[in-house]
């Protein structure tokens, strides 16, 4: 069953704390990244990341941070340095020669 | 930064007429796609046109892209009631190759039945 998975659908967090979100693919695809979306908003990128070991701040990076130590994992920690973290978050790959990219289910992030 | 910038946002259509729907964007592109996202779901690639192409077809879906107008147009023909959604036009910036897409605000499409 081949995709990219995010866990989980719904989290709920309290202001100050750090919140790590999930994203595994097993597409084998090298490019993965991360988006924001808010409510009848575009999406906005985070970070994304080419090759294991490697990424690049997007547009709205503060706040954030990520790693890439395997080919099939990008988690995303949202820090309490975050100002506005409740949001729509979702990964994606890009890999096998095309430009389109692949998006998994989403995490909808609830900070209070 | 955010590129794409649709028009209309929102559009209400009866089952079987025609949706259009445009983007327009600011500087030098490799490509142009279109996505699709359900409420509350991931979004769906439907289709890519190259900078160097004019139009292309998928299915019930046509896109075309002007360069000299910067602009681009997803029609969807005989629409039906599953193509309620929302759509998004991205385009991967020239100056990042393909390595990273810029996203409109998207289209909010409602297809009565």
């Known amino acids: ?112 | 930064s955010q590129q794409g910038e649709e028009d209309p946002q929102a559009l209400s259509i009866q089952e079987g007429e025609n949706a259009t729907m445009n983007c327009s964007y600011k500087t030098s592109i490799n490509n142009l796609q279109w996505y699709r996202q359900n409420s509350g779901r991931g979004l769906v690639h439907l289709i890519l046109i190259r900078s160097n192409e004019r139009e292309k077809h998928s299915g019930r879906l046509r896109v075309t892209l002007d360069t000299s107008k910067k602009s681009s147009s997803l029609l969807i023909t005989a629409s039906r009631a599953a193509d309620t959604a929302s759509y998004f036009c991205a385009t991967a910036l020239a100056t990042y190759g393909n390595n990273r897409l810029a996203f409109g605000k998207g289209n909010q499409v409602v297809v009565i039945p």
């Open chain 1, 1 to 112: 069953d081949g995709g990219i998975t995010q866990s989980p659908k719904y989290l709920f967090r309290k202001e100050g704390q750090n919140v790590t979100l999930s994203c595994e693919q097993n597409l084998n695809h090298d490019a993965m990244y991360w988006y924001r979306q808010d409510p009848g908003q575009g999406l906005r990128l985070i970070y994304y990341s080419q090759i294991v070991n490697d990424f690049q701040k997007g547009d709205i990076a503060e706040g954030y941070s990520v790693s890439r130590e395997k080919k099939e994992s990008f988690p995303l920690t949202v820090t309490s340095a975050q100002k506005n973290p409740t949001a729509f978050y979702l990964c994606a790959t890009r890999g096998g020669g095309s430009d389109e990219q692949y998006f998994g289910p989403g995490t909808r992030l609830t900070v209070t």
